[in-house]
């Protein structure tokens, strides 16, 4: 079974923000999490398919139909990718990120490197690879995305894919019914 962790966004700052962490480490893991990558779109993603005027990456899904999906890329990702890619010589038909003889990291290499980075942040949860994608679809949520827009942007085709997802704090929940449809506005006499 599927480990349902995820971070909070201080947890998720202690990560990327650790004296330690290597630029390749922060980059993969940027990117995972600023994108909520699977695990399969990181391991094969290559420079190419990072469009840097449009601020997006291009991913391709389905085998037989090969259909195009384009995610938003934050500024502060693109910047850190652009000194990567610089730094690590990489050109376009490179794989982003790789391990032994420019090879595509495995999944357990990205299981491995995020687990390490919790632990050295001191973070005491089990993770799954899953976990950053989780991790930005709740915090996407709940900083007022609706679900269907977190929905399209984690390229579910079931919205019950995506409440799956959701790690909703009941405090937040509170405040969106208080706001939008108090008891106290329906029981009026």
């Known amino acids: 079974m599927k480990s349902k ?7 998720f700052n202690k990560i990327v923000n650790q004296p330690n962490i290597t630029e390749k480490e922060e980059s993969l893991i940027t990117i995972m999490y600023d994108c909520a990558l699977r695990v399969g779109d990181i391991k094969t993603l290559k420079v190419n398919q990072i469009d840097f005027e449009q601020k997006q990456i291009k991913l391709w899904s389905g085998k037989k139909t090969r259909k195009t999906h384009t995610v938003p890329l934050d500024d502060h990702t693109l910047k850190l990718l652009t000194r990567y890619i610089r730094n690590q010589n990489l050109t376009s038909d490179d794989f982003l990120f790789y391990g032994y003889k420019k090879k595509p990291y495995s999944t357990p290499g990205i299981f491995y490197i995020i687990r390490r980075l919790a632990k050295n942040a001191n973070i005491k949860k089990v993770l799954g690879t899953h976990c950053l994608r989780r991790s930005r679809a709740t915090h996407l949520f709940n900083s007022g995305l609706g679900i269907v827009e977190v929905s399209r942007f984690l ?12 790690n909703i704090s009941t405090e937040n929940l509170r405040k969106e019914i208080q706001e939008k449809a108090p008891l106290s506005k329906i029981l009026q006499k």
């Open 5 to 11: 962790e995820w971070l909070s966004q201080d947890e």
């Open 155 to 166: 390229r579910h085709k079931d919205l019950a894919a995506t409440g799956d997802y959701l």
